[in-house]
C-alpha cells in the first residue's frame, strides 16, 4: 500500500519510541494500534534526558508534545566531577530531564487525543502475524526485542556485553546538576552517575566492573539490600539519605546492532534497533530520533519499502557516530581505575571528553574559566599558548611542540635500490618546514631482503647514508629546530610486494626475493609467498644488520630512532601469537615472543648515541580474535621501556589479513591512553587524528604525550603551522620559516 495514503499501523511496544512513532503516524492520518504486555504506570529507570537538538525535532513534529514536554523538564548547566573529595564544577552543559512514568503519560495522553489504540498488559501477536494483517508493524519492543529475536535469518542482530554492572536507583532529593563521583573501596573502584529529574527526585546509576561486583559481594545482594549498600557506599554524596529501586537490578551493558533494521513491512525502532551506553544519555533520545525520522520517511515516500529504506538510510550513520561515542565512554568507565591517579583537574577533563564529542574547543566554549585551570595544570605557559604547543623533553632532545608526522611509506626509492632521492628531500623536507616538532622518515629498511616493495628506502649501504644525511642536513639547515627521526624495521613476510598503488600486499609479478619471518606462515594464505622461518643463525644476522643501520642512521644526524614492530612487519610477527608459532625460546609465552624483538632493540640502543632518543611502534591490538589483548600490548610497551624505550608509539592491526578493525575518529587513541595511564610511560598516539581539537584534547586528558598525524600533513604539508594561525598561536613552538612569513596569516576569501 503506498505509504501516503491511510495504512493500519501496529506498534510492538510502549515505551517512549514507540509511543511516539505512534502519535506521529497518527497525526498523518494512519490508523494506528500499540501493543504494550505491561500496565500504563510500568516503567523501569527513573528520569530521561533529552537534548536540545532531539527537542527542536519534536517541536518542528509536533508542538503539542512539545509544548507538554516544556512544562515537566528540570534544566541544569553543571556537571559536578568529585575526585577524591575534591569538587570540581564545569559549567555550559545544559542539560533537560523529566521522569520517564510522567513522559509515558504525556504520550499516552497524546495517543489517546489522536484515536490511537493503546493495548496495556498484551502481548503483542507474533511479528509474521501482525505483517500478514498491517501495512506497517513497527517493533519498538526493547532490548530484550522479541521481533528482533524472532527475525534474526534477516535482521543478523550482534550483541555484546560490556564489563562492568550497574544498577539504576533513585534518590528523593534534587542534586544540584548531574554528578559524577568515584569510591575506592577495599574492593576497587565504584562510581555514582546521578541527576535531577524533578524538583524533588534524581535517578542515581551505581556501576563497577564486573570484578568489583564480585569482589563486594553485590552478585548475592537483592534489591533492597544493593540500594542501601550503595547509599551507604556514597552517603556523602547522597547527603546521608536512602536509596531506592524500581524493579532494579544488576545488569550488564549489551550494544545492539543489526545489519539490517527493516524485513518486509517490519522495521525495528530504538534499543530493538540499536543501543548505546547510559553514560551518554542517549537511549531515549535515539528512540524518538528513529520516530521522528520514520515518520517523516512514511509521510515523504511513495510506498512502504521506500519508506523503509530511508528512514534506515537518514538514521544509521547518525546511530553508527552516537554507538562509537558511547563505546568510547563505555569503555573509559570500564578503565577507570586506570585514571584515578591522575590529578584531579587532569580527571574530570579525561571525564568529560571521554566520548569524543566534548573537545577542548568546545569545552572551552562552554566554561573557559575551567578549561584554562586544566591548560595551567598541564603547562600551557600562558592562555595564549594551546596544549599541542608546550614542549616535552626525550633525554637529550627538546621536541618543540607535541606535533609528530607519522611514518608513512612512500614508496619511490629510485631504481629499487633503496635509495632515497629528491622525492623524499622534498617531502621531508616540505614537512619539516611545516612546523611539526618531529618529522620521521618511512621505515627505512635495515637489508635489500628487508624491504617491502623495489620503492622502500634502505640504510644498508654508504651510498643510502649519503643521501639521508643531505636530507637531514637540508631539515637542520632549513628548518631549525625541527627534529627528523628514522624509522627502522624489516618486512618479515610482508615483503617483496608490489607498490601500493600498484596492488597493495600482492607479490611482485617477476624479481622476488625470498621472505623470512618467525613462522613458516603467508600473509595472504594462497597469495603471498610462504616465508622461510628464521634460524639462530638468521636472528643474529638481522639483529647486526639492524645495529649497522643505526650506527648509519646516527652518522647521518638523526635525531630519533624508531624501532618498528609493528604493522606485521618482521619484528611484529614475532609479538603476536597469531604469527609466531615457534616451539623454541623465541615462541610461546609473551615473556619468549619479546625475545628477539629486545634483543633487536638491546643492539640498536647500545650503538644509538645515549643522548638520543629511541621510540618503539607496536601493534595494540591485531582486531583478530586470539591475538594480542589489551594486557598484552601494556606488558609488551613495559617490557620496552624496561629496557630503555623514551616512548611508545602505539598503533595497531596490518598484523593479519583477516582484522577487523573498528574504524572511527581517533579509534587508536584508547590503546595509547590505556599504556600510558597503565605505566607512566610517554606514548605517541596515532590513528585518524585529524583536527587540532583533538590534539588538544588528548594532551590535556592525558591520553597522549605526542599525537602523530599522517593523512592531514599529506594534505597540508603545513597542517601544524596552519593549525597555529588558526588559534591565532605565533609563539616559538610553530616559528614560521622566514621565507614563508609573509603566509603566516590566512588571506582574506572572496570579496569580504
Known amino acids: 500500500m503506498p505509504a501516503g495514503s491511510a495504512m493500519r499501523v501496529a506498534v510492538v511496544g510502549g515505551g517512549p519510541?514507540?509511543?511516539?512513532?505512534?502519535?506521529?503516524?497518527?497525526?498523518?492520518?494512519?490508523?494506528?494500534?500499540?501493543?504494550?504486555?505491561?500496565?500504563?504506570?510500568?516503567?523501569?529507570?527513573?528520569?530521561?534526558?533529552?537534548?536540545?537538538?532531539?527537542l527542536g525535532g519534536i517541536e518542528r513534529a509536533d508542538t503539542v508534545v512539545y509544548a507538554a514536554l516544556g512544562a515537566e523538564f528540570v534544566r541544569w548547566d553543571d556537571i559536578d566531577i568529585v575526585h577524591r573529595g575534591r569538587l570540581l564544577t564545569s559549567g555550559g552543559h545544559g542539560f533537560a530531564a523529566l521522569g520517564r512514568r510522567r513522559l509515558l503519560e504525556l504520550l499516552h495522553e497524546r495517543c489517546a487525543g489522536l484515536g490511537v489504540r493503546l493495548r496495556f498488559r498484551t502481548p503483542a501477536p507474533a511479528a509474521e502475524v501482525l505483517a500478514a494483517s498491517y501495512d506497517l508493524v513497527v517493533a519498538a519492543d526493547g532490548v530484550h526485542s522479541a521481533t528482533r529475536q524472532s527475525g534474526a535469518a534477516h535482521f543478523r542482530p550482534t550483541l555484546t556485553s560490556g564489563h562492568c554492572r550497574y544498577i539504576w536507583l533513585a534518590a528523593d532529593f534534587a542534586f544540584d546538576a548531574f554528578r559524577f563521583e568515584i569510591a575506592e573501596t577495599e574492593h576497587g573502584v565504584m562510581q555514582l552517575h546521578a541527576y535531577p529529574y524533578s524538583a524533588d527526585a534524581s535517578t542515581v546509576i551505581v556501576e563497577m566492573h564486573e570484578?568489583?561486583?564480585?569482589?563486594?559481594?553485590?552478585?548475592?545482594?537483592?534489591?533492597?539490600?544493593?540500594?542501601?549498600?550503595?547509599?551507604?557506599?556514597?552517603?556523602?554524596?547522597?547527603?546521608?539519605?536512602?536509596?531506592?529501586?524500581?524493579?532494579?537490578?544488576?545488569?550488564?551493558?549489551?550494544?545492539?546492532?543489526?545489519?539490517?533494521?527493516?524485513?518486509?513491512?517490519?522495521?525495528?525502532?530504538?534499543?530493538?534497533?540499536?543501543?548505546?551506553?547510559?553514560?551518554?544519555?542517549?537511549?531515549?533520545?535515539?528512540?524518538?530520533?528513529?520516530?521522528?525520522?520514520?515518520?517523516?520517511?512514511?509521510?515523504?515516500?511513495?510506498?512502504?519499502?521506500?519508506?523503509?529504506?530511508?528512514?534506515?538510510?537518514?538514521?544509521?550513520?547518525?546511530?553508527?557516530?552516537?554507538?562509537?561515542?558511547?563505546?568510547?565512554?563505555?569503555?573509559?568507565?570500564?578503565?577507570?581505575?586506570?585514571?584515578?591517579?591522575?590529578?584531579?583537574?587532569?580527571?574530570?577533563?579525561?571525564?568529560?571528553?571521554?566520548?569524543?564529542?566534548?573537545?577542548?574547543?568546545?569545552?572551552?566554549?562552554?566554561?573557559?574559566?575551567?578549561?584554562?585551570?586544566?591548560?595551567?595544570?598541564?603547562?600551557?605557559?600562558?592562555?595564549?599558548?594551546?596544549?599541542?604547543?608546550?614542549?616535552?623533553?626525550?633525554?637529550?632532545?627538546?621536541?618543540?611542540?607535541?606535533?609528530?608526522?607519522?611514518?608513512?611509506?612512500?614508496?619511490?626509492?629510485?631504481?629499487?635500490?633503496?635509495?632515497?632521492?629528491?622525492?623524499h628531500l622534498v617531502h621531508l623536507?616540505?614537512?619539516?618546514?611545516?612546523?611539526?616538532?618531529?618529522?620521521?622518515?618511512?621505515?627505512?629498511?635495515?637489508?635489500?631482503?628487508?624491504?617491502?616493495?623495489?620503492?622502500?628506502?634502505?640504510?644498508?649501504?654508504?651510498?643510502?647514508?649519503?643521501?639521508?644525511?643531505?636530507?637531514?642536513?637540508f631539515v637542520h639547515t632549513s628548518a631549525p629546530g625541527t627534529a627528523l627521526g628514522v624509522q627502522l624495521g624489516h618486512a618479515g613476510r610482508k615483503g617483496s610486494t608490489r607498490l601500493m598503488w600498484e596492488g597493495m600486499d600482492d607479490p611482485l609479478p617477476e624479481g622476488n626475493w625470498p621472505v623470512v619471518a618467525a613462522s613458516a606462515a603467508p600473509y595472504r594464505p594462497g597469495v603471498s609467498a610462504v616465508p622461510r622461518t628464521l634460524t639462530a643463525?638468521?636472528?643474529?644476522?638481522?639483529?647486526?644488520?639492524?645495529?649497522?643501520?643505526?650506527?648509519?642512521?646516527?652518522?647521518?644526524?638523526?635525531?630519533?630512532?624508531?624501532?618498528?614492530?609493528?604493522?606485521?612487519?618482521?619484528?611484529?610477527?614475532?609479538?603476536?601469537?597469531?604469527?609466531?608459532?615457534?616451539?623454541?625460546?623465541?615462541?610461546?609465552?609473551?615473556?619468549?615472543?619479546?625475545?628477539?624483538?629486545?634483543?633487536?632493540?638491546?643492539?640498536?640502543?647500545?650503538?644509538?648515541?645515549?643522548?638520543?632518543?629511541?621510540?618503539?611502534?607496536?601493534?595494540?591490538?591485531?582486531w583478530a580474535p586470539g591475538g594480542t589483548s589489551a594486557q598484552d600490548a601494556v606488558d609488551i610497551a613495559a617490557a620496552f621501556a624496561a629496557h630503555g624505550a623514551d616512548a611508545i608509539d602505539v598503533s595497531t592491526g596490518q598484523v593479519v589479513a583477516d582484522e577487523r578493525p573498528e574504524y572511527g575518529r581517533s579509534y587508536q587513541t584508547p590503546y595509547a591512553d590505556r599504556i600510558r595511564n597503565a605505566l607512566g610511560v610517554p606514548v605517541i598516539a596515532v590513528g585518524a587524528i585529524s583536527s587540532w581539537d583533538d590534539v588538544n584534547s588528548l594532551l590535556l586528558a592525558g591520553r597522549a604525550d605526542l599525537c602523530a598525524v599522517g593523512r592531514p600533513h599529506l594534505y597540508d604539508p603545513h597542517w601544524t603551522l596552519h593549525a597555529a594561525a588558526d588559534q591565532s598561536y605565533e609563539g616559538p613552538a610553530a616559528p614560521w620559516p622566514a621565507p614563508y612569513r609573509a603566509g603566516s596569516r590566512k588571506p582574506p576569501a572572496g570579496r569580504g
Open 17 to 54: 519510541g514507540g509511543l511516539y512513532a505512534a502519535a506521529l503516524l497518527a497525526r498523518q492520518g494512519h490508523t494506528v494500534e500499540v501493543w504494550e504486555r505491561g500496565a500504563p504506570e510500568d516503567t523501569f529507570g527513573f528520569g530521561v534526558v533529552l537534548s536540545d537538538e532531539t
Open 211 to 423: 570484578t568489583v561486583w564480585r569482589a563486594a559481594g553485590f552478585d548475592l545482594c537483592d534489591e533492597a539490600e544493593s540500594a542501601a549498600r550503595c547509599a551507604k557506599i556514597f552517603g556523602e554524596a547522597l547527603r546521608g539519605r536512602p536509596l531506592h529501586g524500581n524493579r532494579s537490578a544488576w545488569t550488564e551493558f549489551r550494544t545492539v546492532t543489526n545489519e539490517r533494521w527493516s524485513h518486509g513491512n517490519v522495521v525495528l525502532l530504538g534499543d530493538a534497533a540499536h543501543t548505546a551506553h547510559f553514560s551518554i544519555g542517549s537511549g531515549t533520545k535515539l528512540a524518538v530520533e528513529d520516530a521522528l525520522a520514520l515518520a517523516e520517511a512514511v509521510a515523504a515516500e511513495p510506498d512502504v519499502p521506500a519508506a523503509l529504506a530511508a528512514y534506515e538510510a537518514a538514521r544509521r550513520p547518525a546511530v553508527a557516530s552516537t554507538q562509537r561515542a558511547a563505546a568510547a565512554s563505555m569503555r573509559w568507565f570500564e578503565e577507570i581505575a586506570g585514571y584515578v591517579d591522575q590529578p584531579a583537574r587532569q580527571f574530570a577533563f579525561n571525564l568529560l571528553t571521554r566520548s569524543r564529542r566534548v573537545t577542548h574547543d568546545n569545552l572551552r566554549l562552554r566554561d573557559e574559566r575551567f578549561t584554562r585551570a586544566v591548560e595551567r595544570d598541564f603547562g600551557c605557559p600562558d592562555e595564549r599558548t594551546p596544549p599541542m604547543f608546550t614542549p616535552l623533553k626525550l633525554r637529550g632532545l627538546t621536541l618543540r611542540n607535541r606535533v609528530v608526522v607519522s611514518p608513512m611509506d612512500m614508496y619511490s626509492a629510485q631504481d629499487g635500490d633503496g635509495m632515497p632521492g629528491d622525492f
Open 429 to 473: 623536507g616540505a614537512r619539516a618546514l611545516g612546523g611539526a616538532a618531529l618529522v620521521m622518515t618511512e621505515m627505512v629498511c635495515v637489508s635489500a631482503e628487508g624491504r617491502i616493495t623495489p620503492g622502500c628506502t634502505g640504510l644498508y649501504t654508504a651510498e643510502q647514508a649519503a643521501a639521508w644525511t643531505r636530507i637531514a642536513d
Open 537 to 622: 643463525q638468521d636472528l643474529a644476522s638481522i639483529r647486526s644488520d639492524f645495529a649497522a643501520a643505526a650506527v648509519r642512521a646516527a652518522g647521518c644526524g638523526f635525531d630519533l630512532l624508531e624501532l618498528h614492530c609493528a604493522h606485521g612487519y618482521l619484528l611484529s610477527g614475532f609479538l603476536s601469537p597469531l604469527t609466531n608459532h615457534r616451539t623454541d625460546a623465541y615462541g610461546g609465552p609473551l615473556e619468549n615472543r619479546l625475545r628477539f624483538p629486545l634483543e633487536v632493540f638491546d643492539a640498536v640502543r647500545a650503538v644509538w648515541p645515549a643522548d638520543r632518543p629511541m621510540t618503539v611502534r607496536i601493534s595494540a591490538t591485531d
